[in-house]
């Protein structure tokens, strides 16, 4: 399995930047992939989720509005749209991904595909997997 993040840089306040999170060695499709980030001295927050099939999404309250998941039609890239950046989005974007157990059960309904990205972005210990990081920071 491997994650490899892109995009990452210095933009000004209110600017935009595209990240990009290449996946392999894995079937993403049964896979939902996310992207988090941390500053220093905190736990990972996740910010938006994408499932495999179906792109079912979910976007934390802080990025709600103003980043947007999305995933080429392989399925791989997955990317974070950032728009209106501050100061406050400075950190270090990561990529994750989490298997989706039972996903041919799970796909059939948009509420348990919803339940699975939920799961990913939920907490820190959501993910299987991280990709390396790309630092983002935010000028004023």
């Known amino acids: 399995v491997q994650l490899v993040e892109s995009g990452g840089g210095l933009v000004q306040y209110g600017g935009s930047l595209r990240l990009s999170c290449a996946t392999s060695?894995?079937?993403?499709?049964?896979?939902?992939i996310g992207w988090f980030r941390q500053t220093p001295g905190k736990e990972r927050e996740g910010l938006s989720c994408?499932?495999?099939?179906?792109?079912?999404?979910y976007y934390s309250t802080s990025v709600r509005g103003r980043f947007t998941i999305s995933r080429a039609n392989a399925g791989t890239p997955v990317f974070l749209q950032m728009n209106s950046l501050t100061s406050e989005d400075t950190a270090v974007y990561y990529c994750?991904?989490?298997?989706?157990?039972?996903?041919?059960?799970?796909?059939?309904?948009?509420?348990?595909?919803?339940?699975?990205?939920?799961?990913?972005?939920?907490?820190?210990?959501?993910?299987?997997?991280w990709g390396q990081g790309t630092q983002v920071t935010v000028s004023s």
């Open positions: 994750a991904d989490r298997r989706i157990p039972r996903w041919g059960k799970v796909k059939k309904r948009s509420a348990d595909r919803l339940t699975a990205v939920q799961i990913l972005c939920g907490s820190e210990s959501g993910p299987d997997d």
């Open positions: 060695g894995f079937n993403v499709e049964q896979y939902a």
């Open positions: 994408i499932s495999g099939e179906y792109s079912s999404t």
